[in-house]
């Protein structure tokens, strides 16, 4: 009788694992210009993704790892990063007096979070935390194309489905139901090149830029790479060389 109850269990297990597994939608397969040994950054992209982000993206989710001085990696010159600093206001301590105060960024400084703790995220956003999104592209399966497809799945609910109070339905978001609201919406940000600015336009630079800021030594890291299979190469032809010159002494 127990082994029967077990069966049933582990059946019944099953069976759920198998329908939230077959509810699951692939996200949508794009390439994207860091992929590959030879893939690189698009710079132009990651600075009008930089700009999504800024412009959208930081006023509910925070970057813990990135500085201002770290986009000097993604084109930005330091004058350019010093003047965006300067529009931010972070609190440092201490004054003469041992008291907190206000100043303006600078490069050192981190980008500022757009909620001072999680008790105020969660307030401002029905009770849902926003997801850090430093690595967010590195730690979500399918990497940049699940983000891309979250930023550009929203759609109406099929008839007779119905969420949570206050969610919306994307079919590449586990469960189908998200707290997001659809971020992107047509010409939300202008950008300085003139760059039309579709949602799928900005959901592909946002996403590079999330790419970068998960992996901005990626580029290095392939170049150390080439440079050392190149140097494996060489040393193995030389030992091949070597090996075959002392072999031809004793036929």
Same mark, same amino acid.
């Given at each position: 009788m127990r082994r029967a109850v077990v069966l049933v269990v582990l059946m019944a297990f099953v069976w759920a694992v198998q329908g939230e597994a077959a509810e699951v939608t692939e996200p949508v397969e794009r390439e994207w210009p860091q992929e590959g040994v030879f893939g690189t950054y698009d710079r132009a992209a990651l600075q009008r993704g930089f700009l999504v982000f800024k412009e959208v993206c930081a006023v509910c989710h925070a970057v813990k790892?990135? #500085?201002?001085?770290?986009?000097a990696g993604i084109g930005f010159p330091d004058e350019e990063i010093k003047a965006l600093a300067r529009q931010y206001t972070v609190t440092d301590c201490c004054d003469d007096a041992g008291e907190p105060f206000e100043r303006p960024a600078i490069p050192a400084d981190p980008f500022p979070k757009p909620f001072p703790n999680e008790q105020a995220a969660r307030a401002a956003n029905n009770g849902a935390l926003p997801t850090d999104l430093s690595l967010i592209v590195k730690s #979500?399966?399918?990497?940049?194309?699940?983000?891309?497809s979250i930023l550009t799945g929203y759609l109406d609910p099929p008839a007779g489905e119905e969420g949570p109070e206050g969610a919306y339905y994307n079919p590449y978001f586990p469960g189908h139901w998200i707290a997001m609201p659809p971020p992107l919406s047509e010409g939300i940000v202008e950008y300085p090149d003139g760059t039309p600015a579709t949602v799928e336009q900005m959901a592909s630079d946002v996403t590079q830029f999330l790419a970068w800021l998960a992996e901005p030594t990626m580029e290095e890291r392939k170049r150390l790479g080439l440079r050392f299979f190149l140097f494996m190469l060489v040393v193995t032809g030389i030992f091949y060389a070597y090996k075959r010159r002392i072999w031809s002494r004793l036929r």
């Open positions: 790892y990135l #500085r201002f001085r770290d986009l #979500r399966e399918g990497h940049e194309n699940y983000v891309y």
